[in-house]
């Protein structure tokens, strides 16, 4: 945009009412009355309009909290608070942040200080707490901003854990400098003995804290040394940002004790903040009760015993976070570890938020955004190892990267040019095969380049001879019609738009300056990424707009933190894509679900005023954790057992074998199921649907559940074992079930004497482990709905309406009105189920690209099941103990990923 349309943006957010969120009326009243004033043409009132409304149109909720024997201190100390750093860092906010996103930070990070220890308080004590917030939120502008209230509070030494990656540790620091030490710590930049100031050191540099560590290092010894700093001697807060490796952990501890202990016996008397970021990475002691814990979880521990007065704060991005579900004994979980025994507080995100829900649960935006990558295998097949050869790029990255330059043109004509702009291409863990493929990514983009400059020049219909332009042309006319802009405008952007973009590998042989955003502050940084893990926690990705993501990995907690495409996309939104496999998109959308239940339970617990330990509980419990259990189990145990919850959770045969014969006795067994029922109670009714039978009995359902194979890879759904409890139960718990047949569009085949219209569903081999993925959205074999099978009109009602009351809070945190019309999520309708469903559901496999289904005995046909528990009491919620073999399930799961090695971008959220 022009200077006097920046000015235009800046004087119509000053006439705005600042006490409170302004409507859209107001704002477009406020645009038209100075672009009218200033005689602004149409193009650049659009683009005003938009960073408006983007700046204005935005807020963000006070989160909440769980805690346990909370003593407010904050209000009671206020009078004697000097907020200094919360102040300079509260100015250097209002240049970008929407007057009611700082607000709602400025409320949260009130409520969370006032959860942490009073650092006036003497004494020994300590407190241990976690924040939960989602992906790429704005996590680090929270504890920025608790980090700046604690110094003012009286904390003296703040140690932040970043993640095991030394790019990410070096981002943070970076960030630091700007919102809380006020200068750059980096040594290159230090001229004369004295560091550069930056960001709230330009605003008020009277004050500034000391920083152990800088963008440069991380901790040493050495440094601090030469400086002859200690502890006792700073008369403002210290500050280590330090990545959680055990060589690190140790040599801060060897400093402290060394230089900082003197006589002191019983700690020193400082009080300590730790903030842990990524809690859920390398911090969890995943060793057996009875043995010592992990070194980096020791170290932590170790950290924190030499204070007598420390506050823990965890941050993480999932409900799934390991703090929750290991050790595995309640005894332990509960004892002198991480676990946040004071406090969890939920973050809300900010009205604008790009997040899984949108991108994954809702229809509309999974259409704008995400596209289905379906030709990678032959250039780079799944399983490969780190001397794989990769000859070419599959079709689809291509016109991925086209996607990017097109967007990257659309944004230098709405007014971004001095913006970053990022492009993530993340296909293999391992760093040799990265360098490849940015390799010839950079080959492909300079044949573009040359194409612009040579042909982007001429009259449009020429260029389009030109097949560089002409596939250009084309993914704008499938992406980006809807931007605003025709083709003639974007041609003629091309040029200046395009020529700036570079092609980084990421990874740990490319070091932590892969990446360098700062150095290009002034005139942004263009880029597309190639990495691996080193892309995948924790790092930011400025002005992401493009994604292609194809990685193996089923674990929850790994998957959400790979989602770099989350995040705040103020003005290009609607300009992100991003590419994957539809598997990915289901196990994402699966995961999406998940954590909203447990936010959903979270928020149940809030109004009921339970506690941390309650939650921690719930999670242990809920059949989803156990897969990040098992991942963390995978190198020191071969076996792991786990105690999950059935009340009010619903269980699927998504994975299904791949031996004809396992798939005919399944069949066999069902319909014998079926036979049996329908000659003692009869064939039911047909509602919606669904043939509906009721009064099967326990043991009935758990003969056919103790008799249907599924995969040991299978792991959040092991009918054998929850037969098991069946069959001990007593009394008439669970002894009265509904039984559903869903119908569908397929042809009809008998079963049992009924005939059976069959489902008909996408049908994926996986390789590994070598089974049949059986998967509508969100690795649902059920259709949306399907749960409410039974349920009488009244409690459908009911159902829907706390589907309605849930869709209508969460739009009122996104700023959005109550949407007209909601997808009712299963989980409703089981919350309002009195009896148990088993779903029987027989299918028409139609398989993805060249696999086929083996040949069945024409009587036999593609069966999955499903269960529906409503809410149980007592020990039936607690009572199934699963069991997973480890040494099978690595060998299944991840066959073809090799050792890591030196020279591997490979972590352990490979496993």
């Not at 000859?391 to 913006?419: H, M, Y």
């Not at 591997?904 to 496993?911: G, H, I, K, Q, S």
């Amino acid at each position: 945009m022009s200077d006097m349309a920046d000015r235009i943006v800046s004087m119509a957010l000053l006439s705005l009412p600042d006490d409170r969120v302004p409507t859209e009326e107001e704002i477009r009243e406020a645009v038209d009355r100075l672009v009218t004033a200033f005689g602004v043409g149409a193009a650049e009132r659009t683009a005003i309009l938009q960073k408006v409304l983007a700046r204005r149109l935005v807020k963000m909720d006070t989160g909440f909290a769980l805690c346990e024997d909370h003593v407010p201190w904050v209000d009671a100390r206020r009078p004697t608070i000097d907020p200094f750093y919360w102040s300079r860092f509260k100015l250097l906010l209002q240049k970008d942040w929407a007057p009611g996103v700082i607000t709602g930070l400025d409320r949260s990070t009130d409520a969370i200080l006032d959860l942490l220890g009073n650092p006036e308080e003497t004494g020994t004590w300590k407190r241990r707490g976690l924040v939960m917030g989602d992906v790429q939120s704005g996590k680090t502008a929270t504890y920025s901003a608790l980090i700046c209230k604690a110094a003012d509070a009286g904390y003296r030494f703040v140690v932040l854990l970043t993640g095991t990656i030394e790019n990410l540790r070096r981002q943070t620091q970076e960030r630091l400098d700007i919102g809380f030490v006020g200068f750059d710590s980096s040594e290159q930049l230090k001229r004369n003995g004295r560091s550069l100031r930056v960001g709230v050191g330009l605003l008020d540099g009277t004050r500034h804290a000391t920083v152990f560590t800088s963008s440069a290092a991380d901790f040493r010894v050495a440094t601090l040394e030469a400086l002859g700093l200690s502890l006792d001697a700073l008369r403002e807060p210290a500050l280590v940002v330090i990545k959680k490796h055990t060589r690190i952990l140790k040599n801060l501890r060897d400093w402290i004790q060394n230089y900082n202990m003197g006589a002191q016996s019983g700690g020193i008397d400082i009080p300590m903040l730790m903030i842990d970021d990524e809690a859920d990475n390398a911090s969890i002691n995943t060793n057996d009760e009875g043995q010592d814990p992990t070194a980096v979880n020791a170290g932590i521990r170790e950290l924190l015993k030499l204070f007598r007065r420390t506050t823990y704060v965890g941050f993480t991005a999932t409900p799934f976070a390991n703090i929750f579900v290991n050790p595995e004994t309640e005894k332990e979980m509960l004892g002198d570890d991480l676990f946040p025994h004071d406090f969890i507080y939920a973050l809300e995100a900010a009205s604008n938020y790009f997040g899984p829900r949108r991108v994954f649960l809702d229809d509309v935006g999974g259409a704008l955004h995400l596209r289905e990558i379906t030709d990678v295998e032959e250039a780079l097949p799944s399983s490969h190892r780190s001397d794989a050869q990769v000859a070419s790029l599959p079709p689809s990255l291509i016109e991925a990267l086209c996607a990017f330059l097109v967007a990257n043109a659309i944004r230098d004509l709405r007014g971004d040019q001095k913006t970053h702009r990022s492009m993530l291409v993340n296909v293999s863990h391992f760093t040799r095969v990265q360098d490849q493929v940015e390799t010839l990514l950079h080959d492909e983009l300079e044949r573009f380049k040359n194409a612009i400059r040579s042909f982007g020049a001429l009259p449009p219909d020429k260029a389009l001879e030109d097949p560089c332009l002409l596939a250009l042309f084309r993914v704008w006319e499938r992406e980006f019609t809807q931007a605003g802009f025709d083709w003639a405008s974007i041609q003629t952007a091309l040029h200046d738009a395009v020529l700036p973009i570079t092609t980084k590998a990421v990874n740990q042989r490319t070091g932590p300056r892969a990446l360098d955003y700062r150095a290009h502050r002034e005139t942004g940084l263009r880029v597309i990424a190639v990495g691996g893990n080193s892309l995948s926690r924790g790092l930011t990705l400025e002005g992401l707009m493009v994604s292609y993501f194809r990685r193996t990995t089923k674990m929850y907690d790994t998957l959400l933190q790979m989602g770099r495409w989350f995040g705040y996309r103020p003005g290009y939104q609607d300009l992100c894509r991003v590419w994957i496999p539809v598997s990915t998109m289901d196990w994402y959308g699966h995961i999406a679900d998940a954590t909203d239940e447990l936010r959903d339970e979270l928020r149940r617990m809030y109004r009921l005023n339970r506690t941390p330990k309650d939650f921690g509980l719930a999670v242990r419990a809920h059949p989803d954790a156990l897969l990040v259990t098992a991942r963390n189990k995978m190198r020191t145990a071969k076996e792991v057992t786990w105690t999950i919850s059935l009340s009010t959770q619903s269980f699927e045969s998504v994975e299904l074998p791949t031996s004809p014969r396992e798939l005919e006795r399944n069949s066999d067994r069902v319909t014998a199921f079926v036979a049996g029922l329908t000659a003692r109670v009869g064939t039911g009714v047909v509602e919606k649907g669904v043939r509906l039978i009721r009064g099967a009995t326990r043991l009935e359902v758990a003969t056919l559940l103790r008799s249907f194979t599924l995969p040991v890879t299978e792991f959040r759904f092991q009918p054998d074992r929850i037969a098991d409890l069946l069959e001990r139960m007593e009394g008439e718990t669970l002894d009265d079930w509904d039984v559903g047949i869903p119908g569908g569009e397929g042809t009809e085949v008998p079963i049992g004497g009924l005939s059976v219209s069959r489902q008909k569903r996408r049908v994926l081999r996986q390789e590994p482990p070598g089974v049949w993925v059986v998967s509508g959205k969100k690795r649902r074999v059920g259709s949306r709905g399907v749960e409410r099978a039974g349920l009488s009109d009244p409690e459908i009602a009911a159902a829907e309406a706390d589907a309605r009351e849930f869709a209508d809070a969460n739009a009122a945190r996104e700023g959005l009105p109550p949407p007209a019309r909601i997808n009712v999520a299963d989980r409703f309708y089981r919350a309002r189920r009195s009896r148990p469903l088993l779903l029987l559901h027989v299918l028409q496999g139609e398989p993805e690209g060249d696999a086929k289904l083996p040949e069945l005995r024409k009587d036999a046909y593609l069966v999955a099941i499903g269960l529906s528990f409503p809410e149980l009491k007592g020990t039936a919620a607690r009572e199934v103990t699963y069991k997973i073999n480890l040494v099978k399930a690595k060998e299944l799961l991840f066959a073809g990923l090799g050792e890591p090695s030196d020279d591997d971008d490979f972590t352990e959220d490979d496993l």
